[in-house]
């Protein structure tokens, strides 16, 4: 079991920042996998960004240059730092973890994202 949260989510104007962090506690040790993804208003979920245990980077490609997933092992948390911010980037954001040799998957409660223009 893995357990996820998020925080950092909240109302920003369009060309601004925001730092999203997700808190990861349970069996930490198996996981091969964390990701960011995002749910628009009327819109599938979408990945966003995810690192693979080992190293391996992914962004989607709308968010390259501007968003940027990272962990830190010490901490147990994950961030997804994300600039130059859109109005389309506007959503809840939740953190995914992929676990074990099943690649079980777990999700975090959501932090809203709004970016104003």
């Known amino acids: 079991q893995v357990q996820l949260v998020e925080s950092g989510g909240g109302l920003v104007q369009a060309g601004g920042s925001l730092r999203l962090s997700c808190a990861v506690s349970g069996s930490i040790f198996s996981i091969n996998a964390m990701g960011w993804y995002r749910q628009a208003p009327g819109k599938q979920r979408e990945l966003v960004a995810a690192i693979i245990t080992g190293g391996s980077i992914n962004y989607a490609d709308s968010v390259k240059g501007r968003f940027t997933i990272s962990r830190d092992n010490a901490k147990n948390t994950v961030y997804l730092q994300m600039n130059s911010l859109k109005p389309e980037d506007t959503g809840v954001y939740y953190c995914?973890?992929?676990?074990?040799?099943?690649?079980?998957?777990?999700w975090g409660q959501g932090t809203q994202v709004t970016v104003s223009s």
């Open positions: 995914n973890a992929d676990q074990g040799w099943e690649h079980d998957e777990y």
